[in-house]
């Protein structure tokens, strides 16, 4: 393990430093870093030219004896120098090592670098911080000279939970998220955590899977598991706690229990509706078109009476009503035209709807794209991925909308 620290030009002041029940009385914090961590093998600290030439350098280097290194960094007067600054803390930690960072003697802008830089090398090089912490002086007891040592660490897996919650809410994968309250909640033998964590992936498979039966009963239990573990997001997951509600007001839109109950349908198909705009908006194309499928062939089975989950028969009446209203005026292989009377039943009563020519649209721009994107781009003359996206969202996305308004569902 090796330590990270830093040494200015102040004239610095001799203080007790506390930290987990240990003492150690000096100038130099730096000097403290074998004493508070023992498996310490290296003190590398960055010193300026400026520094290097200064007689604090000296005394804390015969302080530290083989224990310290010099790491040499420019003043920090330019972005370029900040740069070179960043460029020194990621290339002084080789992969997999584990590192403390002492930003008490560092200044101006370097304890923001030091953050950052920890934050990357624990995901490029998998490096364990195993602390970063900041010797108070100016906190001290001023009656017995007594400096408290603050733990920044979790500020530094705050980017973890920002990162994590922002790939939840922006593409719908908690994987990461779960992962994080799960290790916590085990950790601190929190049960309201790790279950917060389990609530989380479920919700977070239904959307990836493209479940919206599963989502809105998840969504809800995920609201409710939130609240229960709030007291123990305050005390063992702060990061996260500051995020929550972001994630309940996210997903408690998509929140319904018992989604296919009779009283549920309208508001189930509504939320439907908004999760084909959200897959869209989101740039998930696939989820969107499969929804946006099936979510007609619902809608239209429910308008017809035939009920809201429709059992095999009854869904095959409706694709091939749907796919012969497209039909309807096409020459077929045997040279007739295919007219209304070839309509089946269902789709006899759907040419006598006001939104036939809707219907007729979507069902023929959506088949189009859905065929495309379940080939995989493995059919002579794929259409470009591009061009599918732009299909999506200018062509059949605004027919579903059209039609979602006309029946209230928007």
Same mark, same amino acid.
């Given at each position: ?5 830093f ?14 029940g ?6 130099f914090?730096?000097?403290t870093?074998?004493h508070?961590?023992p ?10 030219p400026t ?15 083989e ?13 370029s ?16 090592e584990?590192v403390?960072?002492?930003i ?11 953050f950052l830089? %920890? ?18 002086w ?34 719908g ?7 994080l309250?799960?290790a916590?909640?085990? +950790?601190?033998g ?5 279950? %917060? ?5 479920s919700?977070s ?5 493209c479940r ?8 809800? +239990? ?26 309940? @007001?996210?997903?408690?839109a998509? %929140?319904?229990?018992?989604?296919? %109950? ?16 959200w897959?869209?908006d ?25 009920g ?5 028969r009854?869904?095959?009446?409706v ?13 077929? @292989? ?11 039943d ?7 709807w006001?939104?036939r ?16 994107l ?9 259409m470009?991925?591009a ?10 996305w605004?027919r579903? @909308? ?9």
């Amino acid at each position: 393990m090796k330590a990270i620290s830093f040494l200015g030009t102040t004239s610095y002041k001799e203080t007790t430093y506390v930290w987990n029940g240990h003492e150690f009385r000096t100038c130099f914090f730096g000097e403290t870093l074998p004493h508070f961590f023992p498996g310490l093998e290296r003190v590398l600290v960055f010193v300026t030219p400026t520094v290097q030439e200064h007689s604090n350098w000296a005394e804390l280097r015969c302080r530290l004896g083989e224990l310290a290194h010099p790491v040499p960094i420019p003043e920090g007067h330019s972005e370029s120098e900040l740069w070179e600054i960043f460029d020194a803390l990621t290339g002084a930690v080789s992969e997999q090592e584990t590192v403390i960072f002492d930003i008490t003697n560092s200044f101006r802008s370097i304890p923001l670098l030091v953050f950052l830089a %920890a934050a990357y090398i624990r995901t490029a090089r998998r490096v364990r911080v195993h602390r970063v912490i900041y010797g108070a002086w100016e906190a001290r007891d001023k009656e017995t000279n007594r400096s408290p040592v603050f733990d920044l660490t979790p500020f530094v897996t705050l980017l973890d939970w920002l990162t994590a919650t922002n790939q939840f809410i922006y593409t719908g994968d908690a994987r990461y998220l779960a992962h994080l309250l799960t290790a916590e909640g085990q +950790k601190r033998g929190s049960h309201a955590l790790k279950g %917060a964590g389990d609530q989380l992936q479920s919700l977070s498979l239904g959307m990836m899977l493209c479940r919206p039966l599963e989502v809105m009963e998840q969504a809800g +239990k995920v609201g409710r598991a939130l609240t229960t573990a709030e007291a123990d997001l305050a005390q063992w997951a702060h990061p996260f706690g500051l995020l929550a509600q972001r994630i309940r @007001e996210e997903y408690a839109a998509r %929140a319904l229990r018992a989604p296919t %109950a009779p009283e549920n349908i309208e508001q189930s198909l509504k939320h439907q509706f908004m999760l084909i705009r959200w897959y869209l908006d989101n740039n998930q194309i696939i989820q969107a078109m499969t929804l946006a499928r099936e979510w007609g062939i619902t809608v239209i089975g429910w308008r017809l009476g035939r009920g809201f989950l429709l059992e095999l028969r009854e869904r095959e009446k409706v694709e091939r009503a749907l796919s012969g209203l497209v039909r309807v005026g096409r020459i077929q @292989e045997d040279g007739t035209c295919f007219g209304i009377s070839d309509l089946n039943d269902e789709g006899r009563i759907l040419w006598g709807w006001p939104e036939r020519d809707a219907l007729r649209a979507l069902w023929n721009h959506l088949t189009a794209v859905r065929n495309e994107l379940d080939h995989a781009g493995m059919n002579p003359g794929p259409m470009k991925a591009a061009r599918l996206v732009r299909k999506a969202r200018e062509e059949v996305w605004p027919r579903v @909308e059209e039609l979602a308004r006309a029946w209230g569902l928007a």
